[in-house]
């Protein structure tokens, strides 16, 4: 696996919805989990989200019931769908995977921005 590379971020007015897309070679093949996370300007870097290979998800607090993680097996992407935006959601947004025996083999992204307006 090489670095994975995110892109679908963009500006949107507060409501709206993007999708963000995580994709490396081989990223789905092995049983790691995925994580999700983002860093607003000034703050520290914050866990969203993460999904394992039988499809079991978590959230954090702030997005649970308007972001949803999932696993393109096919594509080897993994994807955030993220509805009703709020500017608090405005941060870099970047995907963490992982290889190795133990999982502790770390990859991240370079992460794409999000921005919303109010």
């Known amino acids: 696996q090489v670095q994975p590379v995110e892109s679908g971020g963009g500006s949107v007015q507060a409501g709206g919805s993007l999708r963000l897309s995580c994709t490396a070679p081989?990223?789905?093949?092995?049983?790691?989990?995925k994580d999700w996370f983002r860093q607003a300007a000034g703050k520290q870097r914050e866990w969203i989200s993460s999904?394992?290979?039988?499809?079991?998800?978590r959230y954090a607090d702030s997005v649970k019931g308007r972001f949803t993680i999932s696993l393109d097996k096919a594509k080897d992407t993994v994807y955030l769908q993220m509805n009703d935006l709020k500017p608090e959601d405005t941060a870099m947004y970047s995907c963490?995977?992982?290889?190795?025996?133990?999982?502790?083999?770390?990859?991240w992204g370079q992460g794409t921005q999000v921005t919303v307006s109010a």
């Open positions: 963490k995977t992982r290889q190795g025996t133990y999982c502790d083999l770390v990859y």
């Open positions: 081989g990223l789905t093949s092995n049983s790691c989990a």
């Open positions: 999904i394992s290979t039988d499809d079991k998800t």
